[in-house]
């Protein structure tokens, strides 16, 4: 197991290393100067070298690259060059909108999607299998961001339940701030249930017909006790997949939604980041985004054990 954790860790670290080597590279060769857009086009030549020298800008590549590495290390990302505050500051703000977003989304998404998905392989080609299909491919189908609209009109501008759009806050209470992010979680989270509920059914379809399963049912297990206590826990393998890849999605790639409800998360703010030429922000930013995602799919890897006993050995021997 330690040399497992290890090996990950290292996996981790160079997978970082490679992702901060890329965004670096991508955005040094993009066309447009920053200190040109911040000064606007009339800028005077000194007074652009003056700011190019003040940003670090003036330096070979390959300095500021290791530079902003090391910043990155000892917890430093920099000052934003629009905004003129540190960029951890920024993200901390942006952060506490983004993440209770994707939790909320994912855990909607989950309480969802399980249920139909086993109830789906339960009734395998009858009505209840047919409806839970049919919710899936509508909800594959449906853009998140037309669904969003939808529930504006609905929710927000026919009934006047909540809010259509900006985040009232932390500061406000937990009620008003939690009904500014009711819409778009549910905007997020029902086209990912569709997803997961027939990664659910598939995955306890085929679970079904294993023999520890037909022993169970042989030894007086109700069909229920047996879907429930032996198949749905192995059959939890690819959907701990799913639901890995789908937070990391939410994490990472709200941008639309955050837009359609004009919230203030991490999405936008890499949007106008990018739209500012606001380098600094967004290479923190996808440096950071990039090791979430690493990091919930190591923690998807050490749940793998956890959920099937027949995995530790090979964790063991890893």
């Not at 909108?97 to 939790?103: C, G, K």
């Not at 569709?194 to 399963?213: F, H, K």
């Amino acid at each position: 197991m330690t040399l497992f954790l290890v090996k990950r860790l290292v996996t981790l670290v160079l997978t970082l290393f490679v992702a901060a080597l890329v965004v670096f590279t991508v955005l040094e060769v993009l066309p447009g100067d920053p200190a040109a857009i911040i000064l606007g086009t009339g800028a005077q030549p000194d007074t652009l070298a003056a700011l190019r020298k003040e940003l670090g800008l003036d330096l070979p590549a390959p300095v500021r690259f290791f530079d902003w590495l090391g910043g990155l290390l000892q917890g430093d990302l920099g000052q934003s060059y629009t905004y003129s505050v540190p960029v951890a500051e920024l993200i901390a703000d942006r952060v506490a909108v983004s993440l209770p977003l994707a939790v909320i989304a994912i855990l909607l998404s989950t309480a969802i999607a399980i249920p139909l998905g086993v109830l789906a392989a339960a009734r395998h080609r009858r009505l209840a299998d047919l409806c839970v299909m049919g919710f899936s491919q509508v909800g594959v189908a449906i853009p998140n961001f037309w669904f969003a609209i939808l529930l504006i009109l609905l929710f927000a501008v026919g009934l006047r339940w909540l809010p259509a759009g900006g985040f009232a806050g932390w500061d406000a209470g937990l009620g008003p701030a939690l009904k500014s992010l009711l819409l778009p979680a549910v905007a997020l989270a029902l086209p990912q249930a569709a997803i997961l509920a027939r990664v659910t059914r598939s995955s306890v379809l085929e679970t079904l017909g294993e023999d520890y399963v037909r022993t169970a049912r042989a030894k007086g297990l109700s069909r229920g006790a047996a879907l429930w206590g032996h198949a749905l826990r192995n059959a939890l393998i690819p959907v701990v997949t799913i639901m890995g890849l789908q937070f990391s999605f939410l994490l990472a790639g709200t941008i639309i939604i955050e837009n359609v409800f004009y919230l203030p998360g991490l999405g936008r703010l890499i949007f106008q980041a990018i739209a500012q030429r606001d380098l600094i922000v967004v290479k923190d930013l996808v440096v950071l985004l990039a090791g979430a995602v690493v990091l919930v799919n190591f923690t998807v890897d050490l749940l793998y054990a956890v959920l099937d006993p027949r995995l530790r050995g090979g964790v063991e021997g890893a």
